[in-house]
């Protein structure tokens, strides 16, 4: 059973700059993909940015050139930098990791971390 914890929320003015972490435990870290999805009040859960086991990243067109995504399989973390944070990027942060073999799949995400991007 893998377990997620995110760390790095706050609040942050437009414009500024803010670095989320989530930390793996529990299973094999290389072999997940993972990455991080938002969301806000009333809204449905919405993809933010994955990165691959072949490292390879991947974004929403919303923080494409702003947000930059990582992964430590040695430390069996994953990083989200977020630069040039606008309001519409508050949200709840959530880390997510997941595997596929065959016809199986495996989906984990952490509890989530708040991000206020305010005046």
């Known amino acids: 059973q893998v377990q997620l914890a995110e760390s790095g929320g706050g609040f942050v003015q437009p414009g500024g700059s803010l670095g989320l972490s989530c930390t793996s435990s529990?299973?094999?870290?290389?072999?997940?993909?993972v990455g991080w999805y938002r969301q806000t009040p009333g809204k449905e859960r919405e993809f933010v940015a994955t990165v691959s086991t072949a490292d390879t990243p991947k974004y929403s067109d919303s923080v494409k050139g702003r947000f930059t995504v990582s992964r430590d399989n040695a430390k069996s973390t994953v990083h989200l930098q977020m630069n040039s944070l606008e309001p519409e990027d508050t949200a709840v942060y959530y880390c997510?990791?997941?595997?596929?073999?065959?016809?199986?799949?495996?989906?984990?995400w952490g509890q989530g971390t708040q991000v206020t991007v305010s005046s």
């Open positions: 997510h990791a997941n595997r596929k073999r065959g016809s199986a799949r495996w989906d984990y």
């Open positions: 529990g299973g094999i870290f290389s072999l997940y993909n």
